[in-house]
């Protein structure tokens, strides 16, 4: 089992900077991917970012140029720094760890961005 706890979010103005972070414990050999996801109120939840062992990096289109993620994996790490946050990146941010059968979530963060 994989445990992640996330931590950094928080009420920013509009253009500000906020940076993510996600700390895995357990089994943490057996991760083959880290992410944050991201739900809005009343919306689905979406991917943000994502990095593999090649490692490869995924962004969604709303976030590429702003976000940048990055892992440690000394430190077993994942962190999402945030920049030109916009009101619509308010949500809560999710840390997921995909194992090869399973996969983990933290417990969330709120990220509010005020206009």
Sequence with gaps: QVQL????????????SLRLSCAASGSTSSIIA?????????????LVAVIDSGPRINYADSVKGRFTIFRDKGKNTVDLQMT???PEDTAVYYCKAELW???????????TVSS
């Design 34 to 46: 880290l992410g944050w996801y991201r739900q809005a109120p009343g919306k689905q939840r979406e």
């Design 101 to 111: 059968r399973s996969v983990y979530w933290g417990q969330g963060t709120q990220v």
């Design 84 to 86: 030109s946050l916009k």
């Design 5 to 16: 706890v996330e931590s950094g979010g928080g009420l920013v103005q509009a253009g500000g």
